[in-house]
């Protein structure tokens, strides 16, 4: 199967080597993101022997174009950012495939590990599935999902989601070849899924009226190599980048954002509900931590 990969970044580079290795699969060329074209899949272009086509605009009748000339079975889609229309998902003799770290039709959109923590998921899953006019709403091909442990945090559910999507892209590449791919609409598993929005700047404060678990999840979700959780005390900005629950912590009524105890083991906070320790704080190192001190609401840490 002739294949042609449109990629970026980490995600990209385990996937393609699988499918490299595989007899299989020919791969004709490479099209990286067109801002900053992704130098190690420039090197494997190279080791290929195959075309580098940092496109500006991929659906261009030029674009078009040079892509057709290649004749591929299968274009296929990992962390590309371009928007795809008719014309060029119509192009390649089997379609155009996305694979997602996403389970499919939930967690649709951006950043959906750290939206899969911050929600306190049990599981995240990886789909293969047809790229069609929607934001991954097309028919599922393959999809598996693993679980969330309270010892993930984005760092480790990025590099076993890496792991894996390279996994389910390559296993729906092979049904596809053997031509076994039974194509599952999305609302044949729920009829509405949801979307997931880009995280940015300035989405990091901790909202200290949130319940413990919800922020020990928000503290995992975008610790490194994410921006890292922010708070304030006394005026100065910290990055939260480590929290943990504590065992037996009671509800009551407080002042959350407030220091209620110190000890070598982190700063315990108050929360809307409970405690929270905080294990690893990085900002000022001549603040001192006190109780009775408050930590700032994100609403009034700007």
Not at 190 to 215: K, L, T
């Amino acid at each position: 199967m002739k294949i042609g990969y449109f990629a970026d970044g980490r995600w990209s580079h385990l996937a393609l080597e699988k499918i490299v290795r595989d007899e299989r699969f020919e791969i004709l060329f490479i099209v990286p993101r067109s801002d900053s074209p992704d130098p190690l899949l420039r090197e494997w272009a190279k080791r290929l022997g195959v075309d580098f086509l940092p496109f500006r605009n991929i659906n261009s009748p030029d674009s078009l174009s040079v892509l057709e000339r290649f004749g591929a079975d299968l274009f296929v889609s990992m962390s590309f950012d371009q928007i795809l229309k008719r014309s060029i998902l119509e192009l390649p003799k089997h379609g155009f495939i996305n694979c997602h770290a996403g389970a499919l039709p939930f967690y649709r959109g951006r950043n959906v590990l750290n939206w899969a923590l911050i929600n306190d998921a049990s599981e995240f899953g990886v789909t293969v599935h047809y790229v069609d006019e929607g934001i991954d709403t097309g028919d599922i091909i393959h999809q598996r999902t693993a679980s969330i442990r309270d010892s993930d945090t984005y760092a480790t559910l990025l590099e076993r989601a890496e792991v894996l999507c390279a996994d389910v892209l390559h296993e729906a590449l092979i049904q596809l070849a053997a031509g076994a791919v039974r194509r599952r609409p999305q609302a044949d598993i729920h009829p509405v899924g949801f979307y997931c929005g880009r995280r940015r700047p300035g989405d990091e404060w901790v909202d200290w009226n949130w319940p413990s678990r919800r922020i020990f999840n928000f503290v995992r979700a975008i610790t490194s190599p994410g921006p890292c959780a922010r708070t304030v005390l006394e005026g100065r900005e910290l990055q939260i980048r480590r929290a943990a629950l504590i065992s037996g912590a009671l509800d009551y009524v407080g002042t959350p954002g407030e220091i209620v105890g110190v000890s070598d083991a982190g700063i315990v906070v108050k929360t809307g509900d409970s405690t929270i320790l905080l294990a690893d704080i990085a900002g000022d190192a001549q603040l001192r931590f006190r109780i009775g001190l408050r930590f700032g609401q994100a609403s009034i840490s700007r």
